[in-house]
């Protein structure tokens, strides 16, 4: 079963081909980083629009690559929540039309649940343009998830396809999130996470010592003191008060300083997520631990999370860590095994909403 993948809920347009939830045709993402670097953000009417010049080529140029036609796409799966209000519509409404259009079955995902996804793509096919480092199996369950992005920090654990408890999540800021504040403190470029992560490898993360939350909930997270307190440690190392305008801070640091505080900040962050997913591996019944979602991307992470555990862990290379549509389309592929196929007219988006078991 061949699916057609649309993924456009912040600033990212994607379209993908993947067949069987497993087997990668083709991966399109257009991402919008260039435009919103200059802000420092994602601005969401900026992104809106974006996505609405560049949908139907994105999405034209994964079926060619894939080397399909409408004829061999058996169903169209799209991102309809969480996400950018505008950002969701684009991509629902382009699924809604072409659903509509070429009578295909039209199932709505989760995105965050889509990032758990990427880990399930182990193949290739021939028609592939970039060869990818897929993972050489599937993950097996009940699968442990800690999912890592700009906008989630969460652990969830799979007893199968569709069927899955939330253990834990951020009370606040997700992790992605902290790594582009802090960069932004310390002057690098948005994305921050790429960035930090750069600056981390030739920094020492023993410089300063930055503290970790000590919360209720062995599964929770929180990650907006972190920020503060890179903010709090970086004023005193100028020699400023609380006062001093945040985005003047940077231009006082030496290139060793930023690099010293990209380490210690990653350090303590990797270290929160660590420990929160070895002492859930302690405590349930796991089969595989998957990370997912941007910051799944992180060297660090995958190293030292790999370190404390007594099994393998998973994750996809980086190009479906951050968002795509490969993701969107091989939930799509296990979703459209338990639940019907919606009317295309009745698509719904949802800014905000957290996943559900099915
Ligand atoms: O999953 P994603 O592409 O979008 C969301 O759904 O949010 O994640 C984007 C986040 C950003 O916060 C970005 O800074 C972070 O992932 N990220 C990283 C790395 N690559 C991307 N964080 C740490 N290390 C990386 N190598
Ligand atoms: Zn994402």
């Not at 045709?25 to 996505?51: C, F, K, L, M």
């Not at 996400?83 to 659903?99: E, F, N, R, Y």
């Not at 960069?183 to 503290?211: D, H, Q, W």
Request: hydrophobic letters at 45%.
């Amino acid at each position: 079963m061949k699916i057609l993948g649309i993924e456009s809920s912040c600033d990212e347009t994607a379209a993908a081909v993947v067949e069987n939830g497993e087997i990668l045709h083709s991966s399109v993402v257009h991402t919008q980083i260039d435009i919103h670097a200059t802000y420092g953000g994602v601005v969401p009417e900026v992104a809106a629009r974006n996505h609405l010049e560049v949908i139907n080529p994105v999405v034209r140029l994964a079926l060619a690559n894939a080397q399909c036609t409408w004829n061999d796409i058996d169903a169209i799966a799209v991102t309809n929540t969480p996400g950018l209000v505008g950002s969701l519509l684009i991509g629902s409404l382009t699924a809604q039309m072409l659903a509509f259009l070429h009578n295909i079955p039209l199932y709505p995902v989760h995105h965050v649940e889509a990032h758990v996804y990427a880990n399930f793509i182990t193949k290739q096919s021939g028609f592939s343009q970039e060869k990818l480092q897929l993972p050489v199996e599937q993950p097996k369950f009940p699968l442990l998830a800690l999912i890592v992005s700009g906008g989630h920090t969460q652990l969830v654990l799979f007893r199968n396809h569709g069927d899955f408890i939330l253990l834990g999540a951020t009370r606040d800021d997700a992790v992605g999130e902290a790594f582009d504040k802090v960069a932004k403190i310390l002057g690098f470029p948005y994305p921050g996470g790429p960035s930090i992560a750069k600056a981390a490898e030739v920094g020492n993360p023993r410089t300063y010592s930055l503290p970790k939350p000590k919360l209720d909930s062995p599964y929770e997270f929180s990650f907006s003191g972190l920020k503060t307190a890179v903010l709090r440690a970086v004023q005193h190392e100028v020699g400023v008060d609380i006062t001093f305008p945040s985005h003047k801070l940077s231009e006082r640091l030496t290139s060793a300083q930023r690099n010293d505080f990209a380490a210690s900040f990653q350090h303590t962050a990797v270290d929160i997520l660590v420990d929160a997913t070895t002492h859930a591996f302690a405590r349930e019944d796991v089969a595989s631990v998957v990370i997912a979602g941007g910051v799944a991307a992180n060297h660090e992470l995958r190293t030292h999370l790999a370190n404390r555990l007594p099994i393998q862990i998973h994750y996809a290379p980086p190009q479906l860590c951050t968002d795509n549509a490969a993701m969107v389309a091989s939930l799509g592929y296990y979703f459209s095994r338990e639940k019907s196929a919606i009317n295309p007219l009745d698509i719904r988006i949802a800014p905000r909403l957290t996943m559900t078991a099915r």
